[in-house]
């Protein structure tokens, strides 16, 4: 069975820097894809990111990125210029199987400070 | 606008009364699931439909029951909540397998007291 472990339940950063959220992951699949989802006090899950295994390219959306290491297993989530609506809690997702089901971590939540 | 709708948002109940949520997608899309979360848990899966009248188990359905007799609609079914169902729970809806993005609804609280 495929899991997801965020290690860093709780991070802090201060308004205009960069952060780096961390995942891992642990699967049998070759085909798969990865997704990063941001859920703020309104409790709306809503995708920030997401990284296909086939591509060796990391993604990148505005101020996120990832560093999706394939061999490593790891899908870490980097925020640049962290802005104030960037708090809230983050949750890495893995996605493949014939279910299609979506395994996520745990979370870490993020504190921006000003 | 495309969305997943669910409803009840907030539902306060109590042991052994029935309820159900209900579900609805606007996308046309073939695959939809059930998530519940929970405090330091994360989320996870109750049951999943990969199209109509498919349904099947996630890692959490004891408890719970799912029919999807149309493709918009997927209602979760507690026939009998007990307290350990108190939960944030979450309907999400996709194109399917190996199509990406799940969409999910804005979620629903459920205490059963």
């Known amino acids: 069975a495929q899991t997801v472990t965020q290690s860093q339940p709780e991070m802090s950063v201060q308004e205009a820097e960069t952060v780096t959220l961390s995942c891992t992951y642990d699967t049998s699949e070759s085909d798969y894809y990865l997704f990063w989802y941001k859920q703020p006090p309104s409790r709306q899950m809503i995708l920030v990111i997401r990284?296909?295994?086939?591509?060796?390219q990391n993604a990148t959306e505005n101020r996120f990125s990832v560093n999706f290491q394939k061999a490593a297993k790891s899908f870490s989530l980097k925020i640049s210029d962290s802005q104030l609506g960037d708090a809230a809690m983050y949750f890495c997702?893995?996605?493949?199987?014939?279910?299609?089901?979506?395994?996520f971590g745990k979370g870490t939540l993020l504190t921006v400070n000003p | 606008e495309a969305q997943v709708t669910q409803n009840p948002r907030y539902l306060i109940t109590v042991t052994g009364k029935k309820l159900t949520v209900t579900c609805s997608q606007n996308?046309?899309?073939?695959?939809m699931s059930w998530y519940r979360q929970d405090p330091g848990l994360g989320l996870r899966q109750i049951y999943y439909?990969?199209?109509?009248?498919?349904?099947d188990k996630g890692d959490v359905p004891e408890g719970y029951k799912v029919s999807r007799k149309e493709k918009r609609n997927f209602p979760l079914i507690l026939e009998s909540p007990s307290p350990n169902q108190t939960s944030l729970y979450f309907c999400a809806s996709s194109f399917g397998m190996g199509a990406g993005e799940l969409f999910f609804g804005e979620g629903s609280r459920l205490t059963v007291l």
């Open positions: 439909s990969m199209n109509v009248e498919v349904t």
């Open positions: 997702a893995y996605g493949g199987g014939s279910n299609y089901k979506l395994t």
């Open positions: 996308m046309n899309h073939e695959y």
């Open positions: 990284q296909e295994a086939y591509k060796q």
